[in-house]
């Protein structure tokens, strides 16, 4: 059977770095006999611009009948002028919500190879392994009212709502469980359950979800307390479970740990576990156009998909494995250059995967 899958390279370095990861399938393809095939569109402000709306349906189409998506990123300078609702980052949004893509997969590992690229000391980071389980379709990034209004006083007012509801905590939170039964069977809960009575819910009803996995030590942290200890002493944590906001900004936190977020894949998963992959970095304007983006957080993401989505793990480990041997090889971009290193750009890097 071959398998089908919908390629959306997107904006800025969005399609520079999706185009490695294509070569990577298509190694797999040739050499290995994968029987894969793939159609691209748009999203994000590349959709815009062709369609004037940054979620078209036939994207939507194409997502639900693929068996799996693979995204570049999304977003520029370019779009910031627009209305909201046309934002490139509502596409993505949009997507994700309907896919019900709500468990995000986010590991950070540092590779042996690049302990000098941390900006923290060799024995903090090296031998980093965390993953962290974000909820990706509820919370503050989703609930209702939201908006601007004007108040009583005549003053401007800016408004979020922070709401999750039982069920939907208790599904990320045995997501977690199950993805912490194959590791180290650690599970630390992010919350602010000290402040925010939606938090004190979430550490609630993760406890009792618990219960059902009593071999998985649970432990609970205040997200304050989470940046810190990331920093401080990353390695005590082996899954992490937060929920939407939480989770955006301490897996950027835990990204500068192994040394860039050019690294970093992530998988988006719904509950039969089909799911998105993509880097979890943006679409880089800064440096987009000038072929220097580092391409592994893509391909790496291609390796999640293939175990996550595809089961196939022997083809997913083959391009670890490249990718480490690219490293060991001294090849780097710019993002993740050192002293003694060769410093290429995104095709070399890809190219240097796919003969690895
Ligand atoms: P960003 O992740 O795009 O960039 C942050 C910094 O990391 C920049 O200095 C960039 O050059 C660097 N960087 C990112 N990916 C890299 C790679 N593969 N290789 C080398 N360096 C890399 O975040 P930023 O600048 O806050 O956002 C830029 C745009 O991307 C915005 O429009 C934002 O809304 C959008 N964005 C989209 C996301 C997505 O599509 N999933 C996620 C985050 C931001
Ligand atoms: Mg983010």
């Not at 393809?29 to 004037?52: M, N, P, Q, S, W």
């Not at 349906?57 to 570049?72: I, M, P």
């Not at 690049?114 to 993953?131: H, R, Y």
């Amino acid at each position: 059977m071959t398998v089908k899958i919908a390629v959306l390279p997107g904006d800025g370095i969005g399609p520079e770095i999706v185009a490695e990861a294509l070569k990577v399938l298509d190694c797999l393809r040739t050499e290995f006999g994968l029987a894969v095939e793939t159609e691209h569109a748009l999203i994000g402000g590349a959709a815009y611009d062709a369609h004037g709306t940054p979620f078209p349906k036939e994207t939507l189409d194409l997502c639900r009948a693929a068996d799996s998506v693979l995204l570049g990123a999304v977003g520029g300078p370019k779009w910031e002028p627009l209305d909201y609702s046309l934002r490139p980052e509502r596409g993505l949004l949009g997507l994700r919500s309907e896919l019900a893509l709500f468990s995000n997969l986010r590991p950070a590992v540092l590779y042996p190879q690049l302990v000098s690229a941390s900006t923290l000391k060799p024995e903090v980071v090296s031998g980093l392994d965390i993953m962290i389980v974000r909820e990706l379709t509820g919370g503050i990034y989703f609930g209702k009212p939201r908006g601007r209004r004007i108040n009583d006083q005549g003053e401007r007012e800016g408004y979020n709502t922070l709401v999750y509801s039982e069920s939907e905590i208790r599904r990320i939170a045995h997501s977690a469980f199950q993805i912490a039964r194959k590791r180290n069977k650690r599970l630390c809960s992010i919350d602010k359950a000290n402040v925010l009575e939606c938090t004190e819910l979430w550490r609630e009803v993760v406890i009792e979800v618990g219960k059902e996995y009593p071999d998985v030590a649970l432990s609970h942290m205040y997200v304050d307390n989470a940046s810190m200890q990331l920093v401080r002493n990353p390695k005590q944590f082996d899954v992490m479970l937060t929920d939407n906001m939480f989770g955006d900004i301490l897996s950027d936190c835990a990204a500068m740990l192994t040394g860039s977020i050019g690294m970093l894949p992530s998988a988006s998963l719904d509950k039969d576990g089909k799911g998105m992959y993509e880097p979890i970095h943006g679409s880089a304007p800064d440096i987009a156009g000038r072929g220097i983006a580092n391409p592994i957080a893509t391909i790496l993401s291609l390796a999640m998909m293939l175990r996550y989505s595809l089961d196939d793990a022997a083809s997913a480990e083959r391009i670890e494995n490249a990718v480490q041997k690219a490293l060991d090889q001294g090849y780097r971009t710019a993002d993740i250059a050192s002293e003694g290193t060769a410093k290429v750009g995104t095709a070399a890097m890809g190219d240097a995967i796919v003969a690895a």
